[in-house]
Structures are given as C-alpha cells and as structure tokens.
T-cell receptor, first 115, second 114 residues
Framework: AQSVTQLGSHVSVSEGALVLLRCNYSSSVPPYLFWYVQYPNQGLQLLLKYTSAATLVKGINGFEAEFKKSETSFHLTKPSAHMSDAAEYFCAVSYPTGANSKLTFGKGITLSVRP | KAGVTQTPRYLIKTRGQQVTLSCSPISGHRSVSWYQQTPGQGLQFLFEYFSETQRNKGNFPGRFSGRQFSNSRSEMNVSTLELGDSALYLC?????????????FGPGTRLTVL
C-alpha cells in the first residue's frame, strides 16, 4: 500500500527566507509524486510532479522538489518566500502502472509567511 | 480551455436528507475522481469513473455513490446524510490513460449537514 507522510502541520517563515516542506512516501513500486497547493476556499492546484524522468523537478511559482529514492523523500523547496505563498500544501503519491488514477495525499502543511 | 467546474459551490442539508453534487471535467478528459476533504481526516479518495464505469473505489460506505455520463460529466450522491458528511467535496479530472496520475481539481462543493 502507498502512503505519504508530511511531518508537522504548520511551517512559518519570514518573507525572503527559504521554504522547505518535507514529504516522505511509502510505495511498493516506483511512484509518481505530486505537490499541490490549496488557497482558502479553493480547490487544489498542481505545483509540480515527478514521473520517473529527472529527479529534480521544477514547478510553478519558483518551487522545486527533488526525488530521492534512497531516502524515499520528495521535499518541496523555494529559495525565497513571498507573502503570496501562504497556503496549504499537500504531497501526494500514485501508482504509475495500471489503470489507476487514485491519489493518496499527506495530511498537508500550512505555510505562513511573516513580513 | 475551461477548468473543472463543480456545482453547487455551497450546500446546506439536514440529517437524513440526500444530496447530489455535479462535476464537469476539462474537455477531453475521460476520468473523474471524487475526494472528500475534512479537517480531521484530510483528503480521502471516494471513487473514480472512467468511460461511464467505476474504475476504483475508496473506503466509504454505500451511502456514497456516483455515476458518469457519456459526456464525462459526473455526479456524486450521498444518501441519508450524517453530521460527519460535512466536508469539502472535490472533483478532479484527468485524461485517464494508464497510470497518468496527474489530476486537475475543481473548486469544490462545501456541504454542511445540520
């Protein structure tokens, strides 16, 4: 079975500081991995995805993530936080094989950005 | 290209009633998945429909059901509502090919059960 662990429920950074949101996964087969962002009263927006190509993935809004198989991790980073980055972030995993689009999500991390 | 749309955006129902939520996927997408989001349980997969057939199902009681029409639009129905069904219900669409994974989400329907 696949699962996702996002340590901590809340991260607070100063504007301009590094953003690091952690995600570890468990999967019996090499997974597809995703980061989604959710702003208040909205749905989920895809930030980036890993689908077995390059291990360093660049996404929208300056975010990137690195797939590390040995650590079963897919941490999300951004060099310099902006006030508009304040939102909830979800890491998700899916199986790359079979007719199966099911996403399994982590609990989510709320990012606050201090002026 | 228009995104995923969900109607209605907000619903208030009372216990014991039933409710139907609607989702229109991105044009050309054949797979529609439904998720329930609550503060306590987070995002949980309900089911997925592809070409009018349920292809995958989560661990929810039979009160939760869905269907998909020939134009890929999908509806989700919850019967005999309980207080615990209060949640944000998200619909997501994808092309639906093998292991495609990437899903595009609608804004959600906020259901409140009183």
């Amino acid at each position: 079975a696949q699962s996702v662990t996002q340590l901590g429920s809340h991260v607070s950074v100063s504007e301009g500081a590094l953003v690091l949101l952690r995600c570890n996964y468990s999967s019996s087969v090499p997974p597809y991995l995703f980061w989604y962002v959710q702003y208040p009263n909205q749905g989920l927006q895809l930030l980036l995805k890993y689908t077995s190509a390059a291990t360093l993935v660049k996404g929208i809004n300056g975010f990137e993530a690195e797939f590390k198989k040995s650590e079963t991790s897919f941490h999300l980073t951004k060099p310099s936080a902006h006030m508009s980055d304040a939102a909830e972030y979800f890491c998700a995993v899916s199986y790359p094989t079979g007719a199966n689009s099911k996403l399994t999500f982590g609990k989510g991390i709320t990012l606050s950005v201090r002026p | 290209k228009a995104g995923v749309t969900q109607t209605p955006r907000y619903l208030i129902k009372t216990r014991g009633q039933q409710v139907t939520l609607s989702c229109s996927p991105i044009s050309g997408h054949r797979s529609v998945s439904w998720y329930q989001q609550t503060p306590g349980q987070g995002l949980q997969f309900l089911f997925e429909y592809f070409s009018e057939t349920q292809r995958n199902k989560g661990n929810f009681p039979g009160r939760f059901s869905g269907r998909q029409f020939s134009n890929s639009r999908s509806e989700m129905n919850v019967s005999t509502l309980e207080l615990g069904d209060s949640a944000l219900y998200l619909c997501a669409s994808s092309l639906g090919g093998q292991g495609s994974g990437e899903q595009f989400f609608g804004p959600g329907t906020r259901l409140t059960v009183l």
